[in-house]
Each structure stands twice: as structure tokens, then as C-alpha cells.
């Protein structure tokens, strides 16, 4: 079983930068999928991006390429989110999500993934 921990939210503002943690504990993460989503109070869970493992392709939605940038630290078991030029659209609770083994067509389908962090607010205001 795989246990997923977020860190680093809080609050910014616009223009601001801030970056995220997830760390895995359980299983050995580096050949998973594991992804990064987010939801805004009424709205439903976007993806933002995602790995199909350590090493791989990083895919970002159109709203976030450019701005955030994934990575992995398979030393670590950790995977990050840095974000950069943040907007009060980028307000969200954020959550790490991972799984096993997803196809690259699944991989922006938060239902898809088995295992999920809490979550870690972040808030851009000025």
C-alpha cells in the first residue's frame, strides 16, 4: 500500500512562487504513476501534471506548462511541484495521487488512481 504525504502550501501572492512536496512511504514510487491534482471550492478535481515514472515524460495541463514545473527524487520517494507567476485561478487544494500502472491515456483521469495524498492548500492573494 502506498502512502502519500503533501507539504508546502500556503499563501502567496500573485506572482509568487511556492512548491509542493509529496512523499511516498510504503512502496517504492519511481515506477509509478504519479501525478499532481487540484480542486477549487465548487469545482471538480484537475489534473495539473504527471510522470508514468521516474525519469519519464512530465505532462502538464495547458493551464499550469510553462508556469510549474514536476519532478522526482527517487532517493528521496518524493515527488515535487514548483510553482511559478501563480494566479488567484491557481487557488486549489492540491493532492498527489499515484498508481501502479496507468496508460498514458488514463493519466489525466483523477478516478483512475488508487492511492491519494490529504491534500495541502494553497491560496494566491494579494
Known amino acids: 500500500q502506498v502512502q502519500l504525504v503533501e507539504s508546502g502550501g500556503g499563501l502567496v501572492q500573485p506572482g509568487g512562487s511556492l512548491s509542493l512536496s509529496c512523499a511516498a512511504s510504503g512502496r517504492t514510487v519511481s515506477r509509478y504513476t504519479v501525478a499532481w491534482f487540484r480542486q477549487a471550492p465548487g469545482k471538480e478535481r484537475e489534473f495539473v501534471a504527471a510522470?508514468?515514472?521516474?525519469?519519464?515524460?512530465?505532462y502538464y495541463s495547458d493551464s499550469v506548462k510553462g508556469r510549474f514545473t514536476y519532478s522526482r527524487d527517487s532517493a528521496k520517494n518524493t515527488v515535487y511541484l514548483q510553482m511559478t507567476s501563480l494566479k488567484p485561478e491557481d487557488t486549489a487544494v492540491y493532492y498527489c495521487?499515484?498508481?501502479?500502472?496507468?496508460?498514458?491515456?488514463?493519466?489525466?483521469?483523477?478516478?483512475?488512481?488508487?492511492?491519494w495524498g490529504q491534500g495541502t492548500q494553497v491560496t494566491v492573494s494579494s
Open positions: 510522470s508514468k515514472y521516474s525519469g519519464g515524460t512530465v
Open positions: 495521487a499515484a498508481d501502479a500502472s496507468l496508460i498514458v491515456s488514463s493519466l489525466r483521469q483523477a478516478y483512475q488512481y488508487d492511492h
